[in-house]
């Protein structure tokens, strides 16, 4: 009998321990996901020290954050409620492409379909003609956007109160606090405490146990480096290294300064405003908006980006600023051995289209659906990395996309800008919609086609002709129907609740 045990033992090798090292959002996203996946059957521990302040900027989101809450569980009035958080639409890019311009990044999408030609094609061929409102008109998302306006898409697709997608602000501190609760209330246990070292199995190589500065030993079977930019796991411990990405994406440094909210309305968009040496953000919450100058530093310094950040604030700062330094880049094993980086441990994609915590969830949910066991199988640490790298190279390419297609010079930063040789990958799509008005995209993308539109109509990037199809269905009225869309659309939006109004009625 005893024996008969002993090998049932032996078999089972399912995961018994997980230890995650570092909290903030990347912490806690993490124990949330796991805790909600793996129920009783897996010890979950956190380690994080109080004295370690989280980046805690990450405020604006993309509509994949809306599957993760719900996932867990999580209902939408009480994540606003505890989050202070608002509704977004989607981003508008001020001064990108030239100074006093702008345009809007919508999620959802444009116009509505009438005929077996993609709408966008239609619109193309009216815009090289010269007969059609600007692209924007055509958005939902941006007509309620720019009037203050918010309600969830309808499920009536014929509807067009249903062609709009959306998002979330939220104060990422409030966000990683409400986590910290939900987690805990299913069992993951918190240590406080910092990492001084780790222990390795000589076998291997894996990770052991991690050693406290209070003396304490934390044994695991898989561990999560949530330490940030110092990837203290991933990095110092296993040396996985670091694939840098500044000579596509040049901007190092960023400054967050949060301001007092007056009586202005909660816009349900934020706000990307292109500056001298880089852009500035604007994210609008219940209670206070942040700001933020994210930057290159050889053209200016942390201390002129300071003051014009704090120039440019609509009200009085609410903390002093907060100075960050990063690589855009990431590590070139995101699981390696028995540890998996998440958040800015796995690498950092600057915050131009909201990514960063949407980085964290890709790469949580990618772990839990294949999660190993103490095996710690090399097949599925190989899949997840080169899932994980394709991920973070399509973003790449779309947030490389913005510096690239602009037609600034008045500044040294932007013309390095034009200069910079931009990737392979990117220069195909380019290519492809510039010369026939075709959108090239992996099905994978996160950015779908509305999204690559956006940027290129936006930017400049404009085909030399229509797609063929559009141009040969002369018995189609696209004129008339769209000035049909157009006035649905401004309809929708005027049916649509105060944005503010909306947020009160949910969380009352």
Not at 234 to 253: F, I, Q, V
């Amino acid at each position: 009998m005893q024996i008969y045990e002993s090998l049932l033992l032996k078999m089972n090798k399912r995961l018994e321990h997980i230890a995650i090292i570092g909290g903030g959002s990347a912490g806690w996203m993490s124990a949330a996901a796991l805790a909600n996946a793996v129920g009783s059957g897996c010890k979950i521990t956190l380690v994080e020290s109080e004295s370690i302040a989280p980046v805690g900027v990450g405020e604006a989101t993309i509509p994949p954050i809306r599957h993760f809450n719900a996932r867990l569980g999580i209902d939408e009035a009480t994540f606003i409620r505890e989050t202070k958080g608002s509704f977004k639409l989607g981003i508008e890019f001020a001064d990108w492409r030239v100074k006093g311009e702008s345009y809007f990044h919508p999620f959802g999408n444009y116009g509505a379909e009438f005929d077996s030609v993609p709408f966008y094609q239609y619109w193309i061929r009216e815009h090289l003609a010269g007969n059609v409102k600007s692209l924007d008109e055509f958005t939902l998302a941006w007509i309620a956007a720019r009037e203050g306006r918010y309600e969830p898409p309808m499920r009536d697709p014929r509807n067009i109160r249903s062609r709009h997608d959306y998002a979330y602000h939220f104060d990422a501190g409030l966000y990683a606090q409400f986590l910290r609760r939900y987690s805990e209330a299913r069992g993951v246990t918190r240590i406080e405490g910092r990492v001084s070292g780790a222990n390795f199995r000589p076998t291997d190589g894996h990770i052991e146990s991690v050693k406290l500065d209070d003396g304490q030993e934390i044994s695991a079977d898989l561990f999560i480096d949530c330490t940030g930019f110092y990837g203290l796991l991933t990095e110092k411990y296993l040396e996985t290294g670091y694939e840098a990405w500044s000579h596509w994406l040049p901007c190092n440094r960023a400054v967050a300064a949060p301001c007092h909210r007056d009586e202005t309305p909660i816009k349900p968009y934020t706000i990307s405003t292109a500056k001298t040496a880089g852009w500035q953000w604007r994210i609008p919450l219940q209670h206070r908006i942040g700001n933020g100058y994210v930057y290159c530093d050889q053209f200016l310094s942390p201390e002129e980006a300071e003051a014009e950040l704090i120039e440019s604030l609509e009200a009085e700062p609410a903390a002093p600023p907060k100075h960050l330094k990063f690589t855009t880049g990431m590590r070139k094993k995101f699981w390696h051995k028995n540890c998996v980086a998440i958040g800015l441990s796995a690498g950092f994609m600057e915050p131009l289209e909201s990514t960063s915590l949407h980085l964290i969830q890709y790469g949580v949910m990618r772990l839990v659906a294949m999660l190993p066991d103490r095996d710690m199988s090399p097949l599925l640490a190989e899949e997840y990395n080169k899932l994980t790298r394709a991920e973070y190279e399509r973003i790449r390419d779309f947030l490389v996309l913005h510096y690239h297609a602009t037609e600034r010079d008045d500044t040294p930063f932007w013309r390095h800008c034009q200069q910079i040789e931009i990737p392979d990958s990117l220069a195909y799509k380019i290519a492809q919609f510039r010369e026939n008005g075709m959108i090239v995209s992996d099905e994978r993308e996160l950015f779908h086609n509305p999204s690559w539109i956006a940027v290129y109509i936006g930017q400049g990037i404009v085909p030399k002709r229509a797609p063929t199809g559009s141009t040969l269905r002369d018995d189609v009225p696209v004129a008339q129907r769209l000035d049909q869309i157009h006035a649905a659309i401004r309809e929708g939006a005027a049916a649509m609740p105060e944005h503010e109004d909306y947020i009160q009625q949910l969380i009352n």
